[in-house]
Every structure is written in structure tokens, then in C-alpha cells.
């Protein structure tokens, strides 16, 4: 049996509505077949008031074995680094992160704005937030980069916005069946099972990407997102296209581009007028290349991608 | 109990999505005076200024994850209206469906997830109904609690296949929406509802088919089908009004008993040239003002909204200002002081009515009026039984929640039919300067944006949600909000696990999480003020 606590700071609950659209195995498969016990989750406990406050102050005191805290949503704080515009349980949240934090084995940090600040840490960031161990890119976050739990693990940083069901459910699974030794995390302290590949991996518009053939505006049955619709895919770390959405699709495969949301930047260009599905290009050529690509090599492939398109790839493929 | 006035502070209620504080006095029981404060605030409109025009595609529906279709629903129609696009059916069609089937998703999810649970409480363990609760409802063990936590995934299936995912996509934008849906999409959509329908609605929730629940036209009509066949008082929706009633969740929760709702679904024939005033005339669902003691329904406009900061975190001019007019200026103290300042909620108000109560039980009692165009949709059962049982109460507002699957799932259907395949879903419009007003009805009730470009960048965004209107605090001349006004006359059993505030304010369906308005905690700087041309 493995305890967890699932909190909330800047949050939209998102994660949490993802976690429950969850199936192999659903959030209620996780507690009866997989032996994780909920001691509270801010849309499903039992408790409210003093009743919440109590099971904090066990998981702080050693009292209740504390052996996974998921948190969700950026640390606040603002105002002047007191962290009271978010006030949870009579007190700020992020003194409750803190001290939690210190007394859990595996720490979790679900979904973007937890990993790294997301969008309330968007230019001009009103609330001072800070995801777990990072901010945007620079390692550090709020518990500062030597931070490890008591497992010996740093931050387990499940980005997304929101991250897939399956990305947690699947890593609660790994620690429930005593794989957690086989977890391993890239440079963004990412699980690289989800995050090595691409969010291109698997498109349905890969053919199209591969003969250059672009879909120059919404709506269109063909074509792919990544030349004029700003389509960040190529350049994403995420199994969109592997393990799909709500079981049945991904952005992509819908017609709409990827934003990059499982990558620190995100949202990108902070939102600056002109960037918004809009491909930014120099001369062009796209400013943002499909990871490792060069200039020159980009311009060759993409010279002799248009010379060798058959006709097919410029009509309809996704056809009523 | 002695006749002392006891101060009860509950931090968090959880449940409610987001960070929600209620302080209560009781005396002999009984809640006699209430205060509900909103305690996050992360400043979502302060981070869309002087942003790209469609940033709020992005962003708004991130500022809710329950009711991401919602907010974007909001933010595509503001951007049409200020942009004057063309909007061509199939892109109607397609944003009402996926809204729709958010909120279909929400009817098991908040049910199970969220309220029912509250029975398993050992508060009701003398109910006869207690042992049954427990068996169906305890969290993610329960019999019906696990069907129904599980199956609400099944309906945002049908989100995923226009927008890619659920929670959060993008897939609407001006003119239309990313996707063209295919022949196999349709196909697949049909199934996933037939597959509800027949998994969960019919055997579980009503014992009964849906063709037999639309029967029911008044209160007799529904105690009578209650009482037609044990499969219908056995089922989900049987043991919860009973039970409900043995408990007496129809005592207490009252609230003001006035009402509003935005109204929407936008026909796909009568809004394809989008305009702010042409909108009450183009919707399907009829918004509007109920006033339950006047026993009025009247039409709501957006230039009737106020927002009052008398109350809350804010140092702003006195009096009332419409949305528009607004200069956001908060203040750094955010101490919680019952008399003066005490929530991020600001206080919203009609210009004629004052405070309103926002949500399921506003659009039903809205819907039974006579101020409606003859094709928009109308259903009199919620103002029957609001009328025959007294008003308001915690099981008269949930169960509101719970009946529009009804004609959620019919105009699920209708959508289905209504697409046509070989027809554009996207005009592409010219981006331009303007102001915008979407406004749409979450599954928790009236949610709106305000939105100005200038100069090809956001001036200006704001955002009232169902639960600001809701949860907001007293106003200057001292009305109490709906919840705290709600939260009046509540029996609290034991001071220390008071339940009956958990089952008030989840009757609301609270949303704090996108509730609060935006300041920079930087400069604690006010924001430009939204001037109407």
C-alpha cells in the first residue's frame, strides 16, 4: 500500500480532470487494485476543514506515512514572497509544499504549471510563481536545485497541460509494482518513457510534413500544421501521438497545432501579437526547425521533398 | 446546543474546485450569519494584456479545467463579435457539441465525484437509506460511484475527436473551428452517446428509458413516476431524492431566489454573422432573469452586469461599475476582515436586481418562463417544483443539475444529425480591431468574456464566471452573496465536521479556480479601463 496526498496551488484542476478520464487503470482501479491510498485530492476527499488540516499536520509530523505527494498547479508568491494570495488550510500554500515535500518519498510535480510555472508564470507572472524545481527553463523552482525527497529522487516532473491520464497513472503503477528503480528522467527531470520521443511521433499527417504539403488554413482534410499553423510537433517531447487522447486522438491528428505544452517555454513567444497559430519564419524558412535539423539541411530536404510529392499528397485525405 | 453565537472558520471546503474558506455563526444549530471568502488568485487577466488578439484561445480555457469548453466557447464568440467574422454552421454545430458533451461528462463526474459522497457521512447514518448510500457511494470503492467516475470519460471522447483532447484544447476560433470532422467521426460519436445512454443513464440513473423520464412535465408527474416502479425509486436518481428528502436536504439552501442565465447554444441558422445584441435572438437554450418572488422572467443583456469591490481584495472607486468600466487595483493586505475586506470574489450584480444566483437550477426555472421566442426551448418541471415545494434547497438544485442530461444528450443528437459533412467548418476571417462579448452557459452556469483589441494586441480581457456570481461576497449595501445568503438557516450537527456547508456549497457546483479577477502583484498597478463605444 503506498499513501498519497494530492494538492493544488495555481491551478485550474485540469490535471485532476484529466487523471479521472483515466482507464487501464481508472483512478478507482489505482486504489483497489493497486493499493495507492488517497488520504485526500482536493475534488475527491472526504474531509473539509479542521479534518483537512490534520492529515497535513500527520504527513508533516511522520505520523501518516507520506510515500507519494502529487502536487498540482504553480507555488504562489506573491505577495513579497509570503505566498497569501493563495491561502490554503489557514495558511499560505506554499508553506504546506515545503514541509511536505521534506517529509515525502517521491514528489510529484503534475502537469505545467506545477514542472515549470505554466501559464500564471507567463509574462509579466502577477502571482510570482515558480513551478517545484523549475522555472520555465533554469532548474531551481521552489525547492531549489539540490532538492532531493527521501526516495533520493528529485522532483518527478510530469509536464503537460494537462498531462495525459496515462503519464501518472501508469508512473503510480511503476511505484505500486516495485518499478520505480526503472524510472528513468531526462535533463528536465521528465520520465523519458513518455518524453523522449516526439509529439510528431505517430501524426497522421506525417506524409504530408514529409512531402512539404501544407494545411494553409483550419478546417482543411489534408496537409500538415507545422508550415503556416505554427504546429510545434517536430520540435515537442511528448507520446501525443503514441498514446492518444481521451483513447481516441490528439491535437495533430484533430486539425489543430500542437502549442509545445510539455515543454518549458510553453506558452510560447509568451503569447506575443503574431504568434498565435501562426508559423514564425525568417525568409521563409521557419525560425523554430524540426529538432536537430539544420538551416541548410532543412532547405535541402524540404527542395527535394516538394520535387518528389506525388499529386495524391495535395487532395483530400481525411475524406468524408 | 447552547444559545451562544459559536464562530465556525472551514479551511479549506474542498470539493468545489479551488480554494473556498467559509466562516459561519451558529446558534442553537442553526447557521445564522455566513461569509464566503475566495482565497487564489492568479491574475489571468493581467497576463493577456497587450497579448496576441486569440492569446485567450490559449489561455481562458486554462483558467478552468472543469470548464475549459466553456471558456473557450466564450473567448471564440468574443473574438467573432470583435472581429465580425462569418461563422459557417458546421462551426456552430461543432463548438455546441463540444461544449456539450463537457457537460455531459460533468453530470456523473460532479454527482459521484463531488456530491453524493456527502451521504456516506456519518452524519446520516440513522437514514435507512444509510446502508444502500454506502454500498453505492462511498468514494472509489462504491458500486455506482466507481460506474459513474469511470463512464464520465466516455462523453469528452467526443471533445477529443473535434479538439484533440479534453481538458483544454484550442479547436475553436473565430470563424469556425481546426477541425472537419469525418463520416467515421460521426459514426463513433453516436456510439459513445448510445454507449452512455445505455451504460449509466437508462440502468443506473433513471431505471427507466429517457423516452419515459421526458414524460415527466410537472412535480406530480415526477413523484408519480417515482412511485410508477421500484426500478425507478431504486434507481441513482430515485435513492437520492429520497434519501435527499430523509434527510431533509430540501430544508435548508434556500438562497435568494433570483436568478440568471446568459442563455445559449447558438442555432446554427441565426448566429452566422455574430453580433453582441443579435445574440438572445440566435440562441436555442433562452437565457434570462428570474425573479422567483415576483414570480418574473424577463431577458438579460450585458449591460445590466456590476461588479462591486466593497467587500473584496480591491481599492477601487465606490459604487457599481459594469465589467467595462472597471480599474483593477488590489491591495497587497489580503487579511481576511468579515467587516471590511474579505474575498478575491468581487461581489456581481444586476444594475435592477442585485445579487443573482448562476447555474443549473437558473437556466430550468428560466426555461419554464413565457418571455422565450416560440421555437427556443422551454421546460416548465423545475419551476413547478420550485414553486410547489417552497423555493430553492440543496436537493432542488442538484437534481436541476442532474435533469439536464435530458436535453443535453438530445441536442447531442441533434448536433450528430445536423452536421453537414461536405460543408466548410472554418471561414477564415480578417483580423481587426473591435470590442467582443461571447458569453455561454458552463454546466455551473452563466460564464462570459469581455474582450477589446487595439492596435492588433489585447487592451483589455475580462472574465465573470458562474461562481464569481455565486460566491461573491456581500456588496456595498450589505446583500449577501447567493451562497452566504444560501448558507442561511443551515443545520450544522456536528460543529466538528460541518457537512451541511459542504452540501450547500457543492450544490452550487463551486468553481473557485476561475473565479477570482486579475491584478499584478508587482505594481499592484491598476489595469486600463474597458470603455463601451
Known amino acids: 500500500m503506498a499513501n498519497l496526498l494530492w494538492l493544488q496551488g495555481g491551478a485550474c484542476s485540469g490535471n485532476t480532470m484529466s487523471f479521472l478520464n483515466a482507464e487501464e487503470p481508472s483512478a478507482c482501479d489505482l486504489v483497489t487494485d493497486f493499493g495507492i491510498n488517497i488520504l485526500w485530492q482536493p475534488s475527491l476527499g472526504m474531509e473539509l476543514g479542521d479534518g483537512v488540516q490534520q492529515i497535513l499536520k500527520d504527513c508533516i509530523s511522520g505520523a501518516t506515512k507520506l510515500d507519494i505527494f502529487v502536487f498540482e498547479g504553480s507555488v504562489v508568491n506573491a505577495p513579497n514572497g509570503t505566498g497569501e494570495w493563495n491561502r490554503f488550510a489557514g495558511r499560505p500554500m506554499k508553506d504546506w509544499v515545503r514541509e511536505l515535500s521534506a517529509a515525502a518519498d517521491i514528489v510529484v510535480a503534475l502537469g505545467d504549471c506545477a514542472t515549470w510555472g505554466g501559464i500564471p508564470a507567463t509574462a509579466p507572472n502577477p502571482t510570482d510563481s515558480q513551478g517545484l524545481q523549475f522555472l520555465k527553463r533554469d532548474n531551481g523552482g521552489f525547492l531549489g536545485t539540490d532538492f532531493k525527497a527521501k526516495s533520493g529522487l528529485p522532483v518527478i516532473n510530469i509536464p503537460g497541460c494537462p498531462a495525459h491520464p496515462d503519464w501518472v497513472t501508469q508512473i503510480l503503477v511503476a511505484v505500486a509494482t516495485g518499478r520505480a528503480g526503472d524510472l528513468a528522467l531526462d535533463e528536465f527531470q521528465r520520465p523519458k518513457t513518455f518524453f523522449q520521443s516526439f509529439t510528431q511521433t505517430g501524426c497522421t499527417r506525417n506524409m504530408h510534413f514529409a512531402y512539404k504539403v501544407s494545411a494553409t488554413e483550419f478546417g482543411q482534410r489534408k496537409g500538415c500544421l507545422f508550415y503556416d499553423l505554427g504546429c510545434r510537433g517536430p520540435m515537442t517531447h511528448s507520446p501525443c501521438n503514441r498514446i492518444l487522447w481521451n483513447r481516441v486522438s490528439s491535437k495533430t491528428r484533430a486539425g489543430m497545432p500542437c502549442l509545445g505544452c510539455t515543454e518549458p517555454e510553453f506558452p510560447f513567444f509568451d503569447l506575443a501579437p503574431g504568434t498565435v497559430f501562426k508559423t514564425q519564419t525568417v525568409m521563409g524558412v521557419p525560425k523554430d526547425l524540426p529538432e536537430g535539423v539544420n538551416k541548410k539541411g532543412y532547405v535541402k530536404l524540404t527542395g527535394a521533398a516538394k520535387a518528389a510529392m506525388p499529386e495524391w499528397a495535395e487532395e483530400d485525405i481525411f475524406v468524408v | ?533
Not at chain 2, 247 to 254: A, E, N, W
Not at chain 2, 263 to 292: C, S, W
Not at chain 2, 319 to 340: K, S, Y
Open chain 2, 1 to 533: 446546543m447552547s444559545a451562544q453565537l459559536q464562530t465556525l472558520d472551514i479551511s479549506p471546503v474542498g470539493r468545489v474546485e479551488g480554494d473556498l474558506d467559509v466562516r459561519v455563526d451558529i446558534k442553537d444549530g442553526i447557521v445564522v450569519n455566513a461569509w464566503t471568502s475566495a482565497e487564489l488568485f492568479r491574475g489571468f487577466e493581467v497576463i493577456l494584456r497587450d497579448k496576441d488578439p486569440q492569446a485567450g484561445l490559449v489561455v481562458t480555457p486554462r483558467a478552468c479545467g472543469i470548464c475549459g469548453a466553456s471558456h473557450l466557447t466564450c473567448a471564440a464568440w468574443a473574438l467573432d463579435t470583435a472581429w465580425g467574422t462569418e461563422v459557417p454552421r458546421n462551426g456552430i454545430i461543432a463548438r455546441n457539441l463540444g461544449q456539450l458533451a463537457e457537460s455531459l461528462q460533468s453530470l456523473p463526474r460532479h454527482h459521484y465525484g463531488l456530491f453524493m459522497i456527502d451521504m456516506v457521512n456519518k452524519n446520516y447514518q440513522k437514514s435507512p437509506f444509510y446502508e444502500e448510500a454506502v454500498k453505492r457511494w462511498s468514494p472509489f470503492t462504491g458500486s455506482n460511484y466507481e460506474i459513474g467516475v469511470t463512464i464520465s470519460g466516455r462523453p469528452v471522447e467526443i471533445y477529443a475527436m473535434l479538439g484533440g483532447q479534453w481538458p483544454h484544447s484550442s479547436y475553436m476560433v473565430p470563424g469556425g473551428v481546426m477541425c472537419s470532422p469525418t463520416l467515421s467521426d460521426v459514426t463513433r460519436a453516436w456510439s459513445i452517446l448510445e454507449h452512455f445512454r445505455s451504460n449509466w443513464i437508462e440502468p443506473i440513473w433513471l431505471g427507466c428509458s429517457i423516452e419515459r423520464y421526458e414524460e415527466i412535465q410537472t412535480y406530480d408527474d415526477f413523484i408519480a413516476w417515482l412511485d410508477e416502479r421500484p426500478e425507478h425509486a431504486n434507481s441513482d436518481l430515485g435513492m437520492m431524492w429520497r434519501m435527499g428528502i430523509d434527510v431533509g436536504l430540501d430544508k435548508f439552501g434556500k438562497g435568494l431566489g433570483k436568478f440568471v442565465s446568459w442563455g445559449y447554444l447558438p442555432h446554427e441558422d441565426k448566429y452566422n454573422k455574430p453580433t453582441i445584441d443579435g445574440r438572445n435572438a440566435a440562441v436555442q437554450m433562452p437565457g434570462g432573469v428570474f425573479d422567483g418572488a415576483a414570480d418574473t422572467h424577463k431577458l438579460m443583456d450585458q449591460m445590466f452586469t456590476r461588479e462591486d469591490t466593497t467587500h473584496s481584495w480591491y481599492d477601487e472607486e465606490e459604487g457599481v461599475v459594469h465589467p467595462f468600466d472597471r480599474t483593477t487595483n488590489p491591495i497587497d493586505n489580503n487579511a481576511q476582515d468579515f467587516a471590511g475586506k474579505y474575498s478575491w470574489a468581487t461581489a456581481v450584480a444586476h444594475a435592477e436586481h442585485g445579487h443573482l444566483e448562476a447555474g443549473p437550477l437558473a437556466r430550468e426555472l428560466i426555461y419554464g418562463g413565457g418571455h422565450m421566442e416560440d421555437w427556443q426551448h422551454k421546460d416548465g418541471l423545475l419551476l413547478d417544483m420550485y414553486k410547489k415545494m417552497g423555493g430553492a434547497s440543496v436537493l432542488l438544485r442538484h437534481f436541476a443539475r442532474m435533469h439536464e442530461f435530458k436535453y443535453i444528450y438530445r441536442q447531442m443528437e441533434r448536433c450528430l444529425r445536423e452536421f453537414r459533412l461536405d460543408e466548410p467548418f472554418y471561414i477564415k476571417p480578417q483580423e481587426q480591431d473591435g470590442q467582443g462579448w461571447g458569453a455561454t452557459e458552463a454546466i455551473r452556469g452563466a460564464l462570459c468574456h469581455w474582450i477589446d483589441v487595439q492596435n492588433g494586441k489585447i487592451k483589455n480581457y475580462q472574465i465573470i464566471a458562474p461562481t464569481t456570481w455565486n460566491v461573491g461576497p456581500r456588496t456595498g449595501e450589505e446583500e449577501r452573496g447567493p451562497i452566504e445568503e444560501a448558507l442561511i438557516g443551515t443545520p450544522i450537527a456536528d460543529p466538528t465536521d460541518p457537512v451541511e456547508v459542504g452540501h450547500v456549497a457543492r450544490s452550487y457546483d463551486s468553481c473557485l479556480v476561475c473565479t477570482v479577477h486579475a491584478h499584478d502583484a508587482k505594481t499592484g498597478k491598476e489595469l486600463s479601463r474597458f470603455k463601451t463605444s
